[in-house]
């Protein structure tokens, strides 16, 4: 393709060789029906089975197709990254390979674009997943948009769409990356929804790529790199009880002076949580300057790109 396309589609892929194939016939008449062209880049994220095979498979067939080789499997967030950044479209669109979200809605997500929007937020109506798995996801989405001011209904759907200058300015977010949504709201002027079908996975045996562990994992990345403020909040609150238990003890001890009664003993337990919170307050200096440590001496890559495989070219 040496024509800039208008959209490209990014997905993600770690060992799933048995999706490429349904993937990309999922995919093929979308793009052919977009006007202006499509192309689909396919992030192999550190595939250890035959994924790469198949993908070279479904760009032989297909020049539309180009493949982004990881060095070593960086996540799925990491992956999405590496897409964007090697995207050629003016829209870029994100899809899981697993067609849980159907391909044939990308044209809707697609057109809020045309007209002014940056990002476009899919919302997953009657979901497919286990119970447990979609009230995790309401609880993380609950949690995400009250702590980040995210105003939006399905921070996890996969079915997105951004504008290319979106997109592209989320590298410069470092570790904050590891959460795209909502980042990409923090830096989109103006964002919709769309709601989207969702599916039941297409191999019962099949899991998802995250495990409950996975997913709080990324949602603590998202804690300690989003809310930069949270051990401030909690040093400045735990020093102010402190202060206030403390004085609460000189009280309780003047009062044992004048032979209140009881008054000792509320001096000694008033004594004691002023020590503890200001212990807390301790520990939230201490905090802070431990996230502060982390975040300018990880030299840990976000991702490494192996190669890039472009449309007719030799191994």
Not at 29 to 54: C, K, M, N, Q
Not at 222 to 227: I, S
Not at 264 to 293: E, H, K, P, S, W
């Amino acid at each position: 393709m040496t024509v800039r396309p208008l959209v490209s589609v990014i997905v993600p892929i770690f060992n799933g060789a048995d999706l490429v194939s349904a993937c990309q016939a999922a995919l093929s008449p979308v793009l052919d029906g977009i006007p202006g062209g499509a192309e689909v880049i396919y992030v192999d994220d550190g595939s250890t089975d035959d994924t790469f095979d198949a993908l070279r498979a479904a760009q032989a067939a297909d020049t539309r197709v180009r493949i982004v080789e990881l060095a070593a499997n960086f996540g799925q967030h990491a992956a999405f990254t590496a897409g964007f950044e090697h995207a050629r479209g003016r829209y870029l669109v994100t899809l899981d390979a697993d067609l849980q979200c159907d391909p044939a809605d990308i044209p809707r997500l697609i057109e809020p674009l045309r007209h002014g929007y940056d990002l476009v937020s899919g919302i997953r109506r009657n979901r497919k997943d286990p119970t447990a798995r979609q009230l995790f996801s309401r609880v993380t989405t609950a949690l995400v948009t009250k702590l980040a001011g995210v105003p939006l209904h399905d921070i996890g759907c996969p079915l997105n769409a951004f504008t290319e200058d979106v997109a592209r300015s989320l590298g410069a977010f470092g570790e904050l990356r590891r959460f795209l949504k909502p980042v990409a709201v923090r830096v989109a002027r103006r964002v919709t929804e769309v709601e989207v079908q969702h599916r039941p996975r297409p191999d019962k045996r099949r899991t998802s790529s995250y495990s409950v562990t996975g997913l709080v994992r990324l949602f603590m990345d998202f804690f300690v790199n989003a809310l930069g403020d949270v051990f401030a909040w909690l040093f400045l609150l735990a020093s102010g009880m402190a202060a206030l238990l403390a004085a609460g003890a000189v009280v309780m001890l003047a009062a044992r002076v004048f032979g209140a009664g009881g008054a000792g003993t509320a001096a000694l337990a008033m004594g004691l949580l002023a020590v503890q919170a200001a212990l807390m307050a301790l520990f939230g200096l201490a905090g802070d300057y431990v996230q502060r440590i982390y975040r300018q001496s990880s030299g840990r890559p976000f991702f490494l790109v192996r190669r890039v495989h472009e449309p007719g070219a030799t191994l």
